[in-house]
């Protein structure tokens, strides 16, 4: 099931994001987040854009949502997105169906672009974007350091 993320959701999600800022590159973060400081990026990021999650048997496999891109009024229907899935569920088709609903959510917020940076290589987060229509459009190299490795990035983007 697919439904709206709320703040008390923030210490599943944190279980599911915390394990990519500490063991991998996929997210830029290097501290791990705490419970108050999700539920307080859920509150606000909601307040203009869909935070989604996948719950199953009660238990949240994963999440997606989107935030502003840029701060300038004329990036106001652009969004970037993020998608993350719990580690043990990768590959069982979450990812695309979060990214299907919030696709299908974003006109209904003023939306008409979306962006997604996508750490690289990462075969599989290229792959589940251009599933779901983005065309990459961007490759910044050595643009990121974490672990001590400088670290590649690409942007793909989708028009609606």
């Known amino acids: 099931m697919i439904r709206n993320a709320t703040t008390a959701d923030a210490e599943r999600i944190c279980a599911i994001y915390n394990h990519y800022i500490k063991n991998t590159v996929i997210s830029f973060e290097e501290e791990p987040v705490d419970e ?90 290229q792959a589940l974007h251009e599933k779901m229509g983005f065309k990459k459009v961007a490759h910044f190299a050595d643009i990121g350091n974490k672990f001590g490795k400088w670290l590649d990035v690409g942007y793909w983007e989708r028009v609606l």
């Open 36 to 125: 108050r400081e999700m539920a307080h990026r859920i509150a606000e990021y909601t307040k203009a854009y869909p935070w989604l999650v996948f719950e199953k048997d009660g238990e949240i496999l994963g999440y997606c949502y989107a935030t502003k891109w840029r701060v300038r009024p004329a990036y106001r229907h652009s969004a970037e997105t993020s998608v993350y899935v719990h580690k043990d569920h990768a590959g069982e088709g979450i990812g695309s169906a979060l990214y299907a609903e919030l696709i299908a959510r974003a006109p209904g917020c003023g939306l008409h672009a979306l962006v997604a940076g996508i750490t690289l290589p990462n075969e599989r987060s």
